[in-house]
């Protein structure tokens, strides 16, 4: 529904543009109704055509403002569940990806066009992580624990270890394009440094005291 009241909208405003721009054409500089009608048409169509193409880069920026919203909500689930941590391990394991985390969000929040690398990552890993933290404190905090309990904590144990390697490759990925320029910029100075013609001082010829002495001898 919202996508036809859209597109209705588009067709009304690119309307009353062309007419606007065949009026001004035939009116203003007293065009021919027919230059006059193809000056309307040609502009109203690629006022319609600009209008829909803006249409779709709003929607994709509110698709991408949605997952990375959504994906700060899941972090923030983890850093919440840190408190009902009790295995040090653990805790610091969870610290550590819960940091790591942060600064995936980080990153794409300054740089949107990341969210695309780090999308397979909040879509899938942070939703199992997120899901295995919740049934792995629920499963510490029982009072009585039988051998298959004890056995789904210590898998617990061994995926969230896994997630945080996969949290730490993710970062890597995304840092890797920086890294790429770093490596560019550095080059570039030592090249830039390294062809330069040294600088040359001019030589100062000194005159020691004995020498002003024995030329005035000679006078």
Same mark, same amino acid.
């Given at each position: 529904?919202?996508?036809?009241?859209?597109?209705?909208?588009?067709?009304?405003?690119?309307?009353?543009?062309?007419?606007?721009?065949? *009026?001004?054409?035939?009116?203003?500089?007293?065009?021919?109704?027919?230059?006059?009608?193809?000056?309307?048409?040609?502009?109203?169509?690629?006022?319609?055509?600009?209008?829909?193409?803006?249409?779709? %880069?709003?929607?994709?920026?509110?698709?991408?403002?949605?997952?990375?919203?959504?994906?700060?909500?899941?972090?923030?689930?983890?850093?919440?569940? *840190?408190?009902?941590?009790?295995?040090?391990?653990?805790?610091?394991?969870?610290?550590?990806?819960?940091s790591i985390c942060?600064?995936?969000i980080e990153i794409?929040?300054?740089?949107?066009?990341?969210?695309?690398?780090?999308?397979?990552?909040?879509?899938?890993?942070?939703?199992?992580?997120?899901?295995?933290?919740?049934?792995?404190?629920?499963?510490?905090?029982?009072?009585?624990?039988?051998?298959?309990?004890?056995?789904?904590?210590?898998?617990?144990?061994?995926?969230?270890?896994?997630?945080?390697?996969?949290?730490?490759?993710?970062?890597?990925?995304?840092?890797?394009?920086?890294?790429?320029? *770093?490596?560019?910029?550095?080059?570039?100075?030592?090249?830039?440094?390294?062809?330069?013609?040294?600088?040359?001082?001019?030589?100062?010829?000194?005159?020691?005291?004995?020498?002003? %002495?024995?030329?005035?001898?000679?006078?």
């Open positions: 529904m919202k996508r036809f009241i859209r597109t209705i909208w588009r067709w009304f405003v690119s309307w009353n543009v062309g007419l606007f721009s065949a *009026l001004i054409s035939l009116l203003a500089f007293r065009l021919p109704f027919f230059i006059s009608f193809l000056i309307g048409i040609s502009i109203g169509v690629m006022y319609s055509l600009y209008m829909k193409k803006k249409e779709k %880069k709003d929607q994709l920026y509110d698709f991408k403002d949605e997952r990375l919203k959504d994906a700060k909500k899941k972090v923030r689930k983890i850093g919440q569940s *840190l408190w009902r941590i009790r295995s040090v391990a653990m805790f610091s394991k969870l610290s550590r990806l819960y942060q600064k995936i794409v929040e300054k740089q949107p066009d990341r969210l695309a690398v780090a999308q397979p990552f909040f879509n899938t890993t942070l939703d199992s992580i997120v899901t295995i933290i919740d049934k792995y404190i629920y499963l510490t905090k029982q009072p009585v624990k039988s051998e298959e309990i004890r056995q789904a904590i210590h898998e617990a144990e061994e995926a969230l270890s896994l997630a945080l390697t996969k949290a730490e490759n993710e970062l890597l990925d995304m840092l890797e394009e920086d890294l790429f320029d *770093l490596k560019t910029e550095v080059k570039l100075v030592k090249h830039t440094i390294a062809s330069e013609d040294p600088i040359s001082l001019p030589i100062k010829h000194t005159v020691t005291i004995t020498e002003e %002495k024995k030329h005035e001898q000679k006078r």
